[in-house]
């Protein structure tokens, strides 16, 4: 039987957005794995899965999960995660990954499923959508996402603001990932580009601590990195983009 790694999105944290597939590719794996900080607690990934899950079949990974300044450290912890995990492969055959949001956007699950195919060049790497936060905040936030023509642009802010500012002078609505870090420049780009009307972030969506605001509330002060920005398009009627 060959071997397979399976990229599961398990959502952005609320377990009832894990889709049927989702699930049924948990628990058909022999193991799943979740990523997680070198020292924490039970992570996001993690207390989603284990809502599907027996904890015994769940297999705790460290990951330099943030870390852009030390790269040696970063690629240690790759190489030692894929190592783990074509472990894994060679005992169980099917083992699945769990990621928040989708695994094919921003996921950790990219560097992951490349460093075992470079271990295991025999292994087929498999993916599972899945509901993304900028989808779950446009939910709980009532916020429109893209209609007609108009483009919808996804920018990580750990790219920096420029191209944030970038993306908000264009016509479409913008969704800034990963900006609480710097919300205070988020906030002066968006006045600054006339987009603050109608912007909203959130963070910890689907929990308890979930907070979904107007942009216009943000301050100088530093908000959970995972938090998300949305931007809505302007519209001046209904179908007005068509």
């Known amino acids: 039987m060959s071997m397979r790694l399976v990229g599961v999105g398990v959502g952005p944290g609320d377990p009832e957005l894990v889709t049927v597939k989702g699930v049924g590719a948990l628990r058909s794996a022999a193991a799943v794995v979740v990523p997680v900080l070198e020292g924490g607690g039970t992570g996001r990934a993690e207390a989603t899965v284990l809502h599907y899950v027996d904890e015994e079949k769940v297999v705790r990974v460290v990951f330099a999960l943030n870390e852009r300044s030390d790269a040696a450290r970063r690629e240690a912890a790759w190489d030692a995660a894929g190592a783990r995990v074509a472990e894994l492969l060679h005992a169980h055959r099917t083992v699945a990954f769990a990621t928040l949001g989708d695994p094919n956007v921003y996921s950790t699950f990219t ?14 790497i498999e993916s599972v959508p899945g509901v993304t936060a900028m989808q779950d905040l446009a939910a709980r936030g009532g916020a429109v996402l893209a209609e007609g023509t108009e483009p919808l642009t996804l920018v ?3 790219a920096g603001t420029a191209v944030l500012k ?34 909203l972030w959130g963070s910890s969506l689907g929990l308890a601590e979930e907070s979904v605001r107007p942009a216009a509330e943000l301050g100088a002060e530093p908000l959970p ?5 949305i931007a809505p398009a302007r519209r001046t009627g209904r179908g007005d983009k068509l």
């Open 225 to 229: 990195y995972l938090s998300t920005l």
């Open 111 to 124: 560097y992951l499923a490349e460093t075992v195919t470079a271990l295991l060049p025999e292994v087929r």
């Open 156 to 158: 990580p802010v750990t």
């Open 166 to 199: 970038e993306a908000l002078q264009g016509p479409g609505t913008v969704v800034a990932y990963k900006f609480g870090r710097l919300a205070g420049e988020v906030a002066g780009v968006l006045t600054e580009t006339g987009r603050m009307e109608g912007a």
